[in-house]
């Protein structure tokens, strides 16, 4: 967008451009302060647990059969073991993972991703250390998220090389019966369980996981770490709705939903998630109990689901899906399509969405994340060469009229009121938008947005190389090359471009480049990729535009 000056004398700093700068200035920091609080360092976040926990304790929230809420005490309990035997495992080891089934509960214990390294070239162990999706019953001693858990020990049944393990555990009247089935490419437990007779002493069955992925190295502002963590439930409908949110810790508000089903509790970071998803579909006036915790001094989260016995009924089933696995948009889709909603495209959704997709299409053809930037790149360029066009005949045309228009402020120099009638009579006499400059940024300010939070949430970049010193596309350019690169870029493009400002305004713009530059060093360096590629792109453009616009002008001039 090119700014005309109606002032007769040329200012160093107009207010147009001062108001720009202010802005520019404001978003910025207004920028690192929201994500300063919203990726609040690990150590502050204990000593906040810390001082919470000299007050008293905390809460947790709890959504009852009933779909209302109320708060419980969360001070961990002791396991009551019912039975002394042996703890035994059976081992899973497939392509995608590797993990234990604990006899008690039968929980995944030591559930690591093949395919998945952190920072540090280290396996990637989804939960904590404790067995995860361990099941338990419940006494009748008191609420049921606030009763002692009532640890079971399972006789375990599995064929070698059989994606199956079975396990029955007694208690009282009671006998249970559970049963997973590994999904290996879908990161995939299905969980069915069966209690058979009856206990005066027990009010229901829970599920328990909790997380553990922890790392705080390889971050920057504007990059968080895997600490980025929360806790939310969604709907049948796909409504997320967050228990522990991350900058606020353990939400006060009550947790309802207006629909009845199966819904997912999950535990997320920003590339890595467990969930439950219910399957039960028992009749549409039962739910089972949500609640969460955290730990005060680990800051550890704990999700619990809980199914409480219907009266009456001797043969009692349920059945869920455990995920722990990557945020990948694909495999997400495959397992629930709801899943989706744990990959945060804010706004933008609706276009980072499609672009992450299309990205993942590319990548299929040519291997390589960077190259299918490139690519991405290269098809938003041509979507709006159109309007790149018309934005440079607009600014053209602008400039075709400088001299008239300076006429005019000579003219009218001293009723601005009169002058900016006649300019605008220029603009229409001559079919000027003065605004046609805005048409192309107008349009890929959105797609800027989105790419950065594909670029910033999506698990297909973690990690991701490109080619030389780009190791990890989801993280800024080490040695800062590719933000110089861009910045030098846009300072030519600039340069190349039909002004129609008078020379103050184009000084202040000159230190655009050197904004955006310091601006994008501690971005993803995908992001920067495609800036770099967008401005090139745009060099060799307006080049020829121009090339054919001088042709033009001199077959114009022979012809007179």
């Known amino acids: 967008m090119r700014i005309v000056s109606l002032n007769n004398e040329p200012q160093l700093f107009d207010k147009k451009a001062l108001l720009a700068v202010g802005v520019s200035i404001a978003v910025i920091l207004g920028w690192q302060s929201y994500m300063q609080k919203k990726y609040h360092k690990p150590n502050q976040a204990l000593q906040i647990a810390q001082e919470k926990t000299k007050a008293g304790p905390s809460t947790t929230l709890e959504q009852n059969s009933n779909g209302d809420s109320s708060a419980v005490s969360s001070v961990v309990k002791p396991v009551e073991s019912v039975e002394n035997d042996r703890e035994e495992f ?47 019953l419940h006494s009748v001693k008191a609420n049921l998220t606030d009763a002692e858990p009532l640890s079971l020990n399972f006789q375990l049944h599995h064929d070698q090389g059989s994606h199956l393990i079975s396990g029955e555990a007694n208690f ?26 009856a206990s005066d002493g027990v009010s229901g069955i829970q599920i328990g996981f909790s997380d553990g992925i922890r790392q705080t190295k390889g971050a920057s502002l504007f990059s968080p770490t895997l600490d980025h963590q929360s806790v939310f439930v969604i709907s049948t409908d796909g409504e997320k709705r967050e228990i522990i949110d991350p900058e606020k810790g353990l939400s006060e508000k009550i947790v309802k939903f207006d629909q009845t089903g199966a819904y ?36 550890e989260q704990t999700v619990r689901v809980s199914y409480p016995f219907i009266a009456g009924v001797q043969n009692f089933q349920v059945s869920f899906d455990e995920f722990l696995g990557p945020k990948s948009i694909n495999l997400l889709s495959k ?33 390589n994340y960077g190259i299918a930037i490139v690519l991405v790149t290269l098809l938003v360029r041509l979507l709006v060469l159109p309007f790149n066009m018309m934005s440079y005949r607009s600014m053209k045309a602008m400039q075709e009229i400088q001299p008239m228009m300076q006429a005019v402020r000579e003219r009218y120099k001293d009723d601005p009121q009169k002058m900016n009638l006649e300019v605008m ?30 670029f910033g949430n999506s698990i297909e970049l973690y990690k991701a190389p490109f080619a030389f010193w780009i190791h990890d596309l989801s993280l800024k350019d080490p040695f800062y090359v590719l933000p110089v ?34 601006f ?15 401005s090139l792109f745009g060099i060799i453009q307006q080049y020829f535009f121009l090339k054919q616009k001088t042709r033009s002008a001199a077959v114009a001039q022979a012809k007179a």
């Open 264 to 299: 997912i509790a999950a535990i997320d970071n920003l590339y890595f998630a467990q969930a439950l998803i219910d399957k039960s579909n028992i009749s549409q006036s039962y739910h089972p109990v949500v609640s969460a915790d955290i730990n005060a001094l680990t800051q």
């Open 520 to 534: 994008m060093v501690t971005l993803p360096s995908g992001l920067t990729l495609y800036m770099c590629v967008s």
């Open 90 to 136: 059976v081992k899973i080891d497939n392509e995608f993972f590797s993990a234990e089934v604990s006899s008690r509960g039968m929980g995944l214990h030591n559930f690591q991703l093949k395919k998945y390294s952190d920072r540090e070239n280290q396996p990637v162990t989804v939960g904590s250390k404790q067995p995860q999706f361990v099941l338990t």
């Open 425 to 454: 009579g220029l603009f229409k006499q001559h079919k000027v938008n003065p605004l046609g400059g805005c048409l192309p940024v107008m349009f890929q300010i959105p797609v800027f947005i989105a790419l950065y939070r594909v």
């Open 172 to 197: 009282g009247g009671l006998k249970v019966t559970r049963t997973l089935e590994i999904v290996p490419e879908k990161y995939l437990v299905h969980s069915r369980v069966q209690v058979s007779g």
């Open 335 to 367: 397992v629930d399509d709801r899943m989706k909603k744990m990959i945060d495209f804010g706004f933008f959704g609706l276009i980072a969405e499609p672009l992450l997709k299309f990205m993942n299409l590319l990548f299929t053809w040519v291997n």
């Open 485 to 518: 690169l861009m910045g030098g870029l846009m300072f030519l493009q600039q340069k190349m471009t039909p002004t129609t400002m008078d020379p103050a305004q184009a000084k202040v713009l000159m230190f655009l480049p050197l904004v955006f530059t310091l």
